[in-house]
């Protein structure tokens, strides 16, 4: 069964795994770096099938041996930065109106891919060792990701909309509609970040100095956590009912399992129990009087219930009452020559002023394709995605692309969209339709590709 699902072979795992490298910015969706991100989206589906079976450790040796860890986290700063300099100059453009904006989709879904494919590795520490000077970068990616969903938390502007579709990317109006995406994709993205730094603060007692400093008094990562334990992004009221973050989607929580911890909960708590009662960073953080008062916040939320799904807070809850009665010292000053992360600052200097002309490069060059580049590319995606793997790797039965219910009729010919009756497929066709034929193409060619190579030659 695991052979029948499995994307890549061990052979073609390590030549993906050793051909990455990192791009400039200026090159970001030109044919080389689309190669490379369909190769990290075969790793990505690779890692995620090994390790819902328990056998990532292939792939996590390659990653390690080639040292690509480093290059995944400038990957990953890279496009973050193209996110926030390029993407809103495309944007702006008037008279720029792609025949479609998948290209950039793509660009921007890159982010996803790659923290998706790090949290899914990072809880092997050898991965995180990997990491070496990078680690402080993905500190800081962290912080950065984790600020911004904390502060919309508490603003109450945690996108919920419903997510594109294919054919959504061939309107008028697409950027527009791009743009939102986009803002519900970084949402995804901050709770994967957030799943990457309780992986690294699991090894905590291994960290370099410079790491954990950075992680206790210049983020002040403690602080951030109370704030997410207080706002819980994840969670939210809708209609009388609550609703829950998981799996990449909003479901509707059973009364019954409201006071039930999800994984995103146990992860901020665990982070807080890895960076608040380890002996080091004890004797690193300054509990002052504003982060006394700020952890002493969490005594309201370790309820007897919240610590019977998760025993080692009592801990926790005793460090608390005793803190609260006490004044630590403050934290002893260590001479030492501090590391800090480079990566964000050489690209931004290595593009500074040149934002618009890299914007309008791309534009000319690479996010204009005519309609056989088009027909090329989803030929090429059709071969990346494989179906049954993908169905194999969603834990819930399809829904009707329409009106939402549980869905057992797919689309014959692109075999890509999922309806519960013929009525919502006929009505949804018009807005199908174009999406669905450039698939059906792409699909029709790589079934003739596979018959003429298994042709006996004469």
Not at 169 to 185: G, V, Y
Not at 378 to 392: F, G, H, K, S
Request: with cysteine; proline share 5%; hydrophobic share 40%.
């Amino acid at each position: 069964m695991e052979e029948q699902l499995a994307v890549l072979l061990p052979g073609e795992a390590e030549i993906l795994v050793r051909d990455l490298k990192s791009f400039p910015l200026r090159a970001v969706g030109d044919d080389g770096w689309f190669r490379q991100h369909e190769y990290i989206e075969k790793l990505n589906m690779q890692a995620l099938l090994s390790a819902s079976v328990g056998h990532e450790q292939l792939l996590t040796e390659f990653l390690v041996n080639y040292a690509k860890i480093p290059t995944l986290v400038e990957e990953l700063i890279t496009v973050e930065i193209w996110k926030q300099k390029i993407f809103p100059i495309l944007c702006r453009l008037k008279d720029f109106k792609p025949k479609s904006t998948f290209p950039i989709y793509l660009v921007l879904h890159h982010e996803a891919s790659v923290i998706n494919l790090l949290e899914t590795v990072f809880f092997h520490k050898e991965i995180c060792e990997s990491a070496e000077d990078t680690l402080l970068d993905l500190i800081d990616y962290s912080h950065r990701k984790l600020t911004l969903l904390a502060a919309q938390s508490a603003c109450g502007k945690i996108p919920r909309e419903k997510k594109l579709q294919p054919e959504d990317l061939q309107n008028a109006s697409s950027m527009q509609e791009l743009k939102k995406q986009a803002e519900i994709m970084e949402f995804d993205i901050s709770l994967k970040a957030l799943s990457v730094l309780r992986f690294i603060t699991d090894q905590i007692d291994s960290l370099p100095v410079s790491a954990v400093t950075r992680m206790l008094n210049t983020h002040n990562f403690p602080c951030l956590l109370v704030q997410l334990v207080e706002h819980c992004p994840w969670s939210c009221y809708e209609e009388g009912k609550m609703k829950k973050y998981e799996n990449g989607a909003w479901y509707v929580v059973p009364h019954e399992d409201h006071i039930k911890m999800t994984k995103l909960d146990g992860q901020v708590w665990i982070a807080l129990y890895n960076l608040l009662l380890s002996t080091e960073c004890q004797r690193k953080y300054n509990f002052d009087n504003f982060n006394k008062s700020q952890l002493l916040k969490l005594r309201a939320f370790l309820t007897d219930v919240v610590i019977d799904q998760f025993p080692s807070l009592l801990e926790m809850q005793r460090f608390l009452s005793h803190l609260a009665v006490t004044d630590p010292l403050p934290p002893k000053k260590d001479l030492i020559l501090e590391q800090v992360p480079v990566i964000w600052d050489h690209v931004v200097r290595e593009n500074s002023g040149k934002w618009q002309a890299i914007a309008k490069h791309q534009v000319n060059n690479m996010f204009s394709p005519s309609e056989e580049e088009l027909r090329s590319q989803a030929c090429r995606w059709a071969q990346t995605y494989n179906l049954d793997v993908i169905e194999a790797l969603i834990p819930d039965k399809p829904k009707c692309v329409v009106c939402g219910s549980e869905a057992a009729k797919r689309c014959s010919r692109c075999r890509n969209e999922w309806y519960c009756r013929r009525e919502c497929q006929v009505q949804h066709w018009q807005k199908h339709k174009k999406a669905c034929n450039l698939m059906a193409e792409a699909l029709q060619k790589i079934e003739d590709d596979i018959k003429l190579q298994a042709k006996p030659t004469e």
